[in-house]
């Protein structure tokens, strides 16, 4: 049987970043609302990107497929 191509998960490659040494990040969790309880420090580190597990890592990358290689910027030289 012939191998089927995976489909490109436009939900990971909206939430998550990649870095310019390939690594992966991602927004954390808990910010969204019920923010007056939070610590202003609590509130800080959590409004700051993380990176990926390098297991969960592996399956994300095979899920963004060429997007990956596109995200990345071009440096233009003058």
Do not use: C, D, P, W
Request: aromatic share 2%.
């Amino acid at each position: 049987m012939a191998k089927t191509k995976l489909k490109i998960r436009r939900l990971v490659t909206n939430r998550i970043r990649v870095t310019k040494n390939g690594k992966l990040l991602r927004r954390q969790a808990f910010k969204r609302h019920l923010n007056a309880s939070k610590s202003k420090n609590r509130l800080r580190r959590l409004s700051k990107n993380v990176a990926v597990k390098e297991v969960l890592a592996k399956k994300l990358r095979k899920y963004m497929g060429k997007t990956l290689k596109t995200n990345k910027k071009k440096v233009v030289k003058k």
